[in-house]
């Protein structure tokens, strides 16, 4: 294989390093090392194994995600979540969990936000003011949340570009998808309140009228 070829493949993977084909390319040019017999039967077994290992865990996962599969069917909320782009059948169940049947009992999504640790929380004594990073919170609502977020940015134009805006501010990766969170969370509360699911033309348009609002407000000012 060419150093080309080696780099399509690689691309075709997801494997984008540069360094990643030249380490492969410098392999090939030396040779194979030579191996005592018997250091390859022990790798080799071991390496079956691992394969056996492997494709017990993937069964047990495949009866995981048919089993999450069947706590969202015919299921109206569940509906509601796998609207949203990126949850599908795997973070649906979870957004479930989250958010429950019982439609009082949050007062608004900010309450999610705070228990689920995406909204830093303020301390303040006098004039002096800070914002801290939440680390009492549910963790597995956060991760949850994250999930969505992150899962988005390849399901959603609107999410990809407020994510790119908030990393053209100087955020890291993780804060700015914390950022697009939190306004993932705020649409899946008022669809969650109002039964219905989520439209992507509608949400965009919604966008764009807040950012007319926005700017009228601030020529007026």
């Known amino acids: 294989m060419s150093k ?12 984008h390093k540069e360094s990643g084909a030249l380490r492969i390319c410098k392999a ?7 191996i005592d017999t018997t250091v390859i039967q022990e790798r080799s077994r071991s390496a079956i194994l691992l394969i056996k290992r492997i494709e017990l865990l993937n069964e047990e996962t495949k009866e995981y995600e048919n089993d999450l599969k069947e706590t969202t069917e015919n299921d109206k909320d569940a509906e509601i979540f796998k609207s949203l782009p990126g949850s599908g059948d795997t973070l649906s169940p979870g957004l479930m969990v989250i958010f429950g049947k019982n439609r009082d009992r949050y007062k608004n999504a900010e309450e999610i936000n705070s228990l689920s640790g995406i909204v ?11 914002h801290l990073f939440r680390f009492g919170c549910n963790h597995f609502y956060r991760n949850i949340i994250t999930r969505l977020a992150y899962c988005s940015l390849t399901k959603s134009e609107w999410a990809r570009s407020y994510y790119n805006e908030k ?8 804060h700015a998808l914390r950022c697009l969170a939190r306004i993932w969370i705020k649409v899946a509360f008022s669809l969650w309140k109002k039964r219905e699911k989520y439209n992507e033309d509608k949400h965009m348009a919604a966008v764009q009228r807040h950012k007319i609002r926005n700017r009228l407000a601030r020529k007026s000012a």
Do not use: M
Request: aromatic fraction near 14%.
């Open 4 to 15: 080309e070829d080696i780099k399509a493949f690689l691309r075709k993977h997801h494997y």
């Open 28 to 34: 090939i040019k030396e040779g194979q090392v030579k």
């Open 120 to 130: 830093p929380f303020t301390k303040q004594s006098g004039n002096w003011e800070t």
């Open 167 to 174: 990393r053209a501010e100087g955020k890291s990766h993780y």
